[in-house]
Structure formats: C-alpha cells, structure tokens
C-alpha cells in the first residue's frame, strides 16, 4: 500500500517548526454534496528535534475523555514550550464522534477493526489508511485514549498487551508507568483483527490504549485522569520540561479469556458487584431478569477468573453475547 493512492489530501507539512490546526480532507460525496469531504481535524506541533508521540481521541464517538482533553491540549500547547513533536489527532472517527456513537454512521464500520486500512474502501478504510501510511511511520509513541463508550463502563486505567519482543515491552512499560493512570493492565484482548493497536506494535513502536471511564458521560474527576497522563507522557518522551512524578499506578493484568463474562440471554443486568470490588473464581457476578416472564427464574452470570472488577456493563439491557464484566488480577 502506498500514500500516493490515498484520496485524501492534507495541507499540514510534519517537518516544519509551530502550530498548525489543520485537517485531512476525506472526499465523501453524497446526495447533499457532490463534491464534499469529512474534514477530520489534525493538529501538528513542532519545535526542532526530539521524540513524536502521536495523541488520538475519538477512535470510537461516544467517548468523551480523549477528544475533550486533546481539544483542550490543541489550545493550550505551544510550539516554543515543547521539543520534537506532538501530533494530535483529536476526533480520528469525526463522524461517529458527531453521531455520539462507537461506529461511524457513514459506513457502520468500527475505526479500531479498520486497520491497516484500504486507500479505495469506506470513509472509516480510507482515514485508518492514511493515518496507517502517512502518520504512524513518523512516530514513536502512540496514545490512544478511549473510555468504555455507550455500552461499558470501566474502571479508569491505562493498557498495553503482552509483547513478545523484550525491548518493545521494557519501553511500553515505562511509557505505560509514566502516563500513571490509577490502574494500569497488562492485556489479552479476544477482539479480532484491525485493531489500531497491532498496527502499531507491528512497526516496533510504543502503543498505550487508555479506557478512561464510560457509560456514555464525562466525568470531571476522570477527565483530569485523562489530562495529567498525557502531560506525564509528554514528560516521559522529554517534549515538554519536567519529570514524571514517581509512578503510583497499581499493575495488574488481565491474561485469558477467563477473566470476561458474557450475557447468555435477553434481559435486565443486574450487577452484584460495583466496579473496584472483588470477585472470586466461579462466583457470580451478577443474573438477568426477564421482564415479560415473572415465571422466570433469572438467569445466574458467574465468572470464570476471579480478581478485581475492572468493567462491567453500562445499560441495564443486556442482548445475549453482551460483555457484562471484565476482571483483572494483580501482576
Ligand atoms: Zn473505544
């Protein structure tokens, strides 16, 4: 694959020192605009040379944390208060982030399945595509900031996944100690292909997935969670002064399918446990209830993996196959 087959143009030169608030012109042309675009916004922040840490919020729309804090980050940083390069890409997937919901509306696909992307596929293939060809070989950190969106809500932390290569790993761990989340999980993930993430590690660079809260809203205190890692990590890759304070995060992973439970039915989730508390193995974790069979017995939900509980489901309503709890184990 090639940039030069990619639609999309973007008038943003990466080599040059200051500001620029810009954005990749996707053409996307409708019935309302024959020759129209998504103009998903980038911001690129240069002073001489030094690390580049790529910042993306709204991978998935409905996630507020991430694109608040790189909105306010946008504003707020200067080119003469850094050394190297932030690249900040604030609302990756615009208009699911417009629509307030995981999946773009334009073609229902999922940005983090959609890596490494097509130069001739949908709106969503088309803006992995370039981000993959043209922005992820610049870097050497990533920061993908997410929260559990609509349908999860999870305990604010920070992630990486078991890496087979020592060195990538050692440098994963410290960026993820230094970003200095409350909880920082070492991850097993049973999501699929395209995922941003393996796009990433693939090219030997340092990726960090952030889940900071969900259920659809914006909490203040998480926010600031969201905030304080990114300047931790700015810190971390010396583009602006200043040390990480010691890290205070608690470690704990998350290594097997065990460690997730699933809705078995339609119904009303009722959670027995509050995020933070403990589950043991086997021991349930919350049932479903059916509202239109009072005859019903509800349905019991154990977990197969005991630890602490790290995610569990944002509505009541659960459809069956629905993630309802996710625990984590201290590394
Ligand atoms: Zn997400």
């Known amino acids: 694959m090639s940039i030069e087959k990619s639609p999309v143009s973007a008038k943003i030169d990466f080599e040059k020192d200051g500001k620029q608030i810009s954005y990749l012109r996707v053409p996307y042309s409708r019935n309302t605009s024959a020759w129209g675009a998504v103009l ?14 790529l910042l993306i919020g709204g991978n998935h729309g409905g996630e507020y944390e991430g694109p608040v804090t790189l909105l306010k980050l946008s ?9 190297g390069r932030v690249v900040i890409l604030p609302a990756l997937n615009l208009p699911a982030v417009q629509a307030g919901n995981r999946v773009s509306p334009i073609d229902g696909l999922d940005m983090n399945r959609a890596f490494p992307g097509k130069y001739n596929g949908t709106i969503t293939q088309i803006i992995a595509h370039y981000v993959h060809e043209a922005v992820l070989p610049l870097c050497d950190a990533v920061i993908d900031l997410h929260s559990g969106g609509f349908s999860l809500d999870l305990m ?12 990538l790993r050692r440098r994963t761990m410290a960026a993820l100690k230094a970003f200095d989340a409350p909880l920082s999980l070492v991850m097993r993930e049973f999501t699929g292909e395209g995922l941003l993430d393996y796009a990433v590690e693939g090219m030997g660079k340092i990726f960090l997935c952030a889940e900071i809260g969900g259920r659809g809203i914006l909490s203040p205190a998480k926010l600031k969670i969201a905030e304080n890692g990114v300047q931790n990590i700015l810190k971390h890759f010396e583009i602006i002064e200043g040390d990480a304070p010691e890290s205070t995060t608690r470690l704990m992973e998350v290594p097997d399918a065990g460690h997730y439970a699933y809705a078995r039915s339609n119904g009303i989730y009722e959670a027995f446990f509050e995020l933070g ?22 349905e019991v939900i154990t977990i197969e ?20 709890a996710v625990t984590a184990r201290d590394l």
């Not at 193995?281 to 017995?297: C, K, S, T």
């Open 156 to 167: 604010p932390y920070n992630s990486m996944h078991y890496l087979p290569d020592e060195d």
């Open 277 to 298: 508390e403990d589950v043991q193995a086997g021991q349930a974790v919350g049932q479903i209830h059916y509202p239109e069979d009072p005859a019903r017995n509800p």
């Open 75 to 83: 504003h707020t940083l200067k080119s003469d208060q850094i050394r």
């Open 305 to 324: 993996r005991g630890g602490m509980l790290v995610g569990t489901r944002g509505p009541g309503f659960v459809e069956r196959g629905d993630c309802v």
């Open 40 to 53: 998903v916004p980038m911001i690129v922040i240069k002073n001489g040379v030094g690390s580049t840490v």
